[in-house]
């Protein structure tokens, strides 16, 4: 009778020992396999993350935009003559190096206008320079070993009764779940960017046409700080990787196992808002509203 009693605890206890496992190593390979995702999909540019969606937007952008653009900088140009005259004792202080400004000013504006493409790729291309070699840096940390952390986990588990078993089963189970729900919220965080890029991208000859005159400048300063922390909010979730990373590999195991995996769960919770946070983080650096 006893035998039979042990050998059915035996059972129960290998069954919630492997599914334990089981939860375990879908956790560990979700968290490897986010961060990996998180590293590609950051070091992406406008047109290498889709190139159909880049294609669309530049067509937008050069065929009702840059019309749009350019009546803002004949609008602009206007101004800044009539502002240029006007100032100078009502049309009684004239000069001829007047006019040849103005014309400066018309050929950087113009210029700006037709390579708004150009400049807006520069930034997101140092942007992606930043983000690369922020990769090469903190590349060796961003892995969890998996099979000697299940290893320090079933050695902890050899030594559990029964019902703290269940209770770890019921454990892994929840947490793996809440992780997945985590793991959908940080793609929304990544597609979300991008799309926010195109967006901006989409619209870049109209900020960058106002950058010819002083009043109406600050439209196109505000705009390119924007693109500026844009292209950095990329290098900040590398950071935030990183440092998710290296505490998720430092935890400790043999002491508390269920402290260990609301470790895991507050880091990765942590993950998700401080990757929410990079956002408005990037922009406060860079004054950009």
Not at 14 to 43: C, P
Not at 82 to 110: P, Y
Not at 113 to 128: E, L, N
Request: some cysteine; glycine content about 6%; overall charge negative.
């Amino acid at each position: 009778m006893f035998d039979l009693f042990e050998k059915i605890d035996e059972a129960i206890r290998e069954l919630l020992t492997n599914f334990i496992s089981s939860n375990l190593t879908t956790m560990f390979t979700d968290v490897n396999t986010k961060t990996g995702t998180i590293a590609s999909e950051v070091g992406q540019t406008p047109q290498g993350w889709n190139g159909s969606i880049f294609s669309m937007i530049e067509s937008l952008s050069s065929t009702v935009i840059v019309p749009i653009a350019g009546l803002i900088i004949t609008f602009v140009l206007c101004y800044e003559l009539i502002t240029m005259i006007t100032e100078r004792n009502n049309m009684h202080d004239m000069g001829t190096w007047m006019f040849f400004k103005w014309f400066f000013k018309s050929f950087v504006a113009v210029f700006l206008v037709t390579h708004t493409f150009d400049i807006v790729m520069a930034i997101f291309d140092v942007g992606q320079h930043l983000v690369a070699a922020a990769a090469g840096v903190i590349g060796a940390n961003t892995s969890i070993d998996i099979a000697s952390t299940i290893a320090d986990f079933d050695t902890a588990m050899e030594s559990m009764e029964l019902g703290e078993l269940l209770q770890l089963a019921l454990e892994t189970m929840l947490i793996s779940m809440g992780m997945k729900i985590i793991s959908i919220l940080i793609t929304v965080v990544l597609y979300g960017r991008m799309i926010e890029i195109y967006l901006y991208t989409s619209v870049a000859p109209v900020p960058f046409a106002t950058m010819a005159n002083r009043e109406w400048g600050q439209i196109g300063n505000n705009y390119a700080r924007g693109l500026l922390a844009l292209g950095f909010q990329g290098f900040f979730i590398m950071v935030i990787v990183g440092i998710y990373c290296v505490l998720v590999n430092s935890m400790t195991i043999a002491n508390d196992i269920h402290s260990a995996l609301f470790s895991i769960a507050a880091y990765t919770v942590i993950l998700c808002f401080a990757l929410f946070k990079t956002s408005s983080v990037s922009k406060s650096i860079f004054n950009a509203h």
